[in-house]
């Protein structure tokens, strides 16, 4: 053994694995992509009614909606709500609303004359009012009729980094909140500004920061600016066959940063993970400075680390700019699937025992009934052959086989992997549905469980326009309290509803969206009808306080992945000893004392200024 | 459908899911299981010299090393470091060394005295000096030669939660310092007390604390108590056919809130995850009180979540004191197996692929030819048909099959799962082996493979006895450059060992010990013989510091697992921003603004006080 073996070769060892990084063009907008201003998702897509009365959905956008007329959709919904209204009476609102001036900040204005062009900085009412939302019910309302109080005075648009620093010092000299601004996607009245702010309030949006910075595919890992859609992040990506396998619902226009922000759950994470699982590093720009990493390594243990405490930081702590994520090589193989169950509990059961396999297909997703139901309704005006298969197959299923179109449940799955894996978690899945006596429903019920996601946020503006205020949340549970937690939540909007004495019936249903060896997510919808109501998003709001409540009480989280925002806040104190809620403040305070980034107020300051309603 | 569903049925849900928790036992302790005073592991085992000077492993605890004679280890080792040392020549240190005596905390004591019990705290000697250290090689030499100039002035048992608030609220009131001991494994320095800590220190040993409080079969959850060792743990959850699956090296004497404090990692975190993938839910005594949830759920998004600050918090912020886990049926099947490489090189581009794989083995490491050679060095004295066995697959192997002893290299393998799921694992994992040139070496040798990571920390303590200073460090990094950072620490090393002008040659050993998608663990072995040198445990340090600045430029992390403690601090500074380290300044004054829990300085501070050596 020689004494020392590298003396004798000087250089720097090569195998196969040191390949170099990709560097992405810029992508570019399509003008196709444009989105609405007063309702959610792209301008091109709105479910409509046509001339005879069905409703229809606009543009080419989601195959098996897009351009169908859906003639089962109006009558199943009066009946379900229980009321037969007139589909000729829409309203559309009255967008744009009132919007407040701009609040003078010559100070900021002055510092940042050196940071930004003209052209990345606006105080146009319009986009002031977007860049003040999220799509709560309560906030879509606003946007359409009242306005808010409180806007974004300014709305910037930085394209790099040092902007953003320069942005974040200038605010900290001039006393001025910043409020970062990704999809505006958000649930939780995040943006929502309070008129307790006295200070110039400046929308900071992250969409021209939006460039895939490198892919390292040897180490499967590429550096992502936070403005990124999951839109563009998808499409670039897969020009190399690789995928970051995060695909929240509302993955089309919500951004890298935001999904940090909020702690965000894809619909596949049982195959990638959630963000936190996927997210290696992090840079952001905080009032000490610039956080950032020399190195990105797989998985470290240094102590305390910064990079944890923004997920999750909803725009409190500093604004994030760029992130390392992993990548995953697009499957070989992809496949939808359903199962139908009797009963809800049975397709519950049956989840419960698929969470504790090893490893569950991609998705998984449990419909009660109702939205079962409400899936056939959106299907399109069946023609011809198709129409006769659709028919024979309804017959089979409610006649024969005993499934009773008012109890019966379905499970939507995504398949992701190579042809032999999927093929064995296919025959996995079955076999155990087979053993809880459910049936295979098809894989094109399946593909459309899956799309729907994507347009269920547009048929809440639809009915909006109709009178009915619809919205989701949700909650995370342990398996054994699943079954209480949906029966006292439903209860409960029930007796809510009842007591207000609000027309008709309250919709209410779920479904159980992401599995867990240790328990579920429950994502509710509830819409109720509210012509006539004296303050329905007041009733609105009450009764989701009321559901929430529930949830609390039957051992559910606050929220799975929408987060906290200014919505949920009152609820933490329900959730955490007061030291916690204290530490909360604390680390607030520590890390921002001027309160720059006062997106989320701390608990305490929270409680004296309850949100705007 | 009726107007409210939920009205003609008031009684609450019941399925399947809802059954009940376990309540276990409180552990009880086996003398056999004492451990050593002054060296790493239980009394019960050590290596040693037998009558005709050959090394034996003392007590049955390990199979194929306890009780054994290893006739090939010293020839072997003297070898290796070009030191034909006596093996006559044995130093056993003269503990206990000079322990100092306590520093008088009358008002704690007095604050204390309704809190605990006499039996609850001591001012051993002895015990003192335990408390005070890990097992780096300085904090070993010094027990077993001059000692330190500091240790804890006391230590407390407390054996609940209410006891160990008392403690918190007694230091906050009274000016004393807290830091919380699990096992007192740690190999950072985190232990160690910095003589420059004028207040009185009180070590709170959590081996009181030691239930598992209760196990949630349906929901796979179990609420353990943060000093429950590893080994407590397996046993007990082993009883209900459960396993939280967190093995790391240290397993059989670390302790659930060490893990917490350290982010710690298990060898078969492929198939469990790593201890963020498995905590749940922690409680924790802090300088703000209790930080406590009112429910566990799978997953949420709660905003700042300080759960996940106290992960890798290193007794910096509180005190541990339980914590919720996630639970795994215990396998249906384990197996162990083997493959042997012609070179690293080829071993590493397996474990590449493999790393790339939807599911790698629960463990799999790859050892370099010297840590290959050592594994054979260990067999025991091979008899009657094994040593004809032996001979003619070493003759095949170095023979026909042209592998070559000093090049060789080899992975270890563990697969658990279901028994097909493992027979699934195993062909994939041997087939990409065979793409590489591997070849199965057999299901012994993995068991050894595995079973010498318990073995290895007493064999330190052996050869120090024989003036070879040994130990251990390692890190993560991206798998491009593992190759580079590990010739470069190699190279290094060797060159620090020249410059030195110490005697005979240094070891250095690597094994790649975990898979990412990204990257790997690299856990690299140092040693050296020191007779005769002025300050070994000096030099020691400097070409450890060396070592690890390499690692650095070479992109590697401070640390995958271990962790930072005092020793590694002053890199921080080399891997994050100056914002960066001043937010963990921050967070750490914001949530002990006393200093309470003092066991790891804020960096600044600790820049002003280097730590003793």
């Given amino acids: 053994m020689p004494r020392n073996p590298f003396r004798e070769s000087s250089k720097r060892s090569t195998t196969a694995l040191s390949r170099g990084r990709i560097f992405p063009p810029p992508p570019t907008s399509r003008p196709e992509d444009a989105v609405s201003a007063d309702e959610w998702g792209f301008a091109d897509t709105s479910f409509t009614v046509n001339a005879e009365g069905a409703i229809t959905v606009t543009g080419t956008r989601y195959p098996g909606l897009s351009g169908e007329v859906l003639p089962n959709l109006l009558p199943w919904f009066r009946t379900v709500i229980g009321i037969d209204f007139p589909i000729e009476d829409e309203d559309n609102g009255s967008y744009p609303p009132q919007v407040p001036g701009p609040r003078a900040a010559p100070a900021f204005l002055a510092a940042i004359n050196t940071v930004l062009a003209a052209d990345q900085i606006t105080t146009l009412s319009e986009v002031r009012l977007r860049h003040g939302h999220g799509h709560t019910v309560s906030e879509i309302n606003a946007v359409k009729t009242s306005g808010f109080l409180r806007v974004p005075d300014y709305v910037v648009y930085p394209s790099d980094e040092t902007q953003v620093a320069g942005l974040v010092r200038a605010a900290g000299e001039t006393g001025v909140v910043l409020m970062p601004y990704g999809g505006g996607t958000n649930v939780t009245e995040a943006l929502r500004c309070l008129p307790c702010e006295e200070r110039p309030i400046v929308s900071v949006d992250m969409s021209r920061m939006n460039r895939i910075e490198w892919i390292d595919p040897v180490n499967r890992m590429a550096k992502i600016q936070a403005g990124a859609t999951g839109r563009l992040i998808q499409s670039q990506l897969a020009e190399y066959g690789l995928t970051m396998g995060h695909e929240p619902d509302s993955v089309e226009l919500s951004t890298l940063g935001g999904w940090i922000a909020t702690n965000a759950s894809g619909m596949k994470k049982n195959q990638y993970g959630n963000i936190e699982d996927i997210l290696l590093d992090v840079t952001v720009i905080s009032a000490a400075g610039k956080l950032e990493r020399a190195q990105v390594v797989p998985r470290e243990s240094i102590g305390l680390d910064p990079k944890v405490w923004m997920i999750g930081s909803e725009g409190s702590l500093g604004i994030v700019t760029t992130a390392v994520v992993k990548l995953f090589p697009v499957p070989e193989e992809q496949r939808y699937g359903s199962i139908i169950f009797k009963t809800f509990e049975e397709g519950l059961a049956f989840m419960y025992e698929l969470a504790q396999e090893e490893r569950p297909p991609a998705s998984v997703r449990l419909v009660d009934n109702l939205q079962f139901q409400f899936g056939q309704a959106l299907k399109p005006a069946a023609r011809g052959a198709r129409r006769i298969k659709s028919k024979v197959e309804k017959w089979l299923v409610t006649g024969p086989l005993g499934f009773d179109p008012e109890k019966m449940v379905a499970v939507t799955l995504v398949f992701e992997g190579t042809r032999d894996d999927v093929e064995q978690q296919e025959k996995r899945v079955y076999e155990l549905a087979a053993r809880h006596a459910g049936r295979k429903g098809g894989v094109e019920n399946g593909k459309r ?152 107020l701390p608990l305490g300051d929270h409680q004296q200024n309850p949100p705007p309603r």
Wanted: charged share 25%; glycine share 8%; proline share 5%.
């Fill in 449 to 600: 469980g899956y799309m729907l996601t994507f347009g269920i946020a547009y048929i809440r503006d639809f009915v909006l326009r109709h009178h009915i205020l619809g919205e989701s949340f949700e909650t995370s549970v342990p398996w054994s309290q699943a079954q209480e937690l949906i029966d006292r939540v439903k209860r409960r909007i029930y007796e809510a509803h009842d007591e207000r004495k609000l027309p008709g019936r309250p919709f209410v249903s779920c479904r159980v969206t992401q599995l867990y060896e240790t328990g579920c997510c429950v994502y509710f919808y509830m819409a109720f009808y509210s012509k006539g109501v004296r303050d329905p998003v007041g009733d609105y709001h009450e009764i989701e306080t009321e559901a929430r409540k529930e949830v609390i009480a039957a051992g559910g989280s606050i929220s799975h992945h929408h987060g906290v925002g200014k919505l949920r806040l009152p609820f933490v104190k329900d959730i955490m000893s007061p030291a916690m809620v204290d530490w909360r403040n604390r680390m607030k305070k520590a890390l921002d004392p001027q309160g720059i980034f006062a997106a989320q």
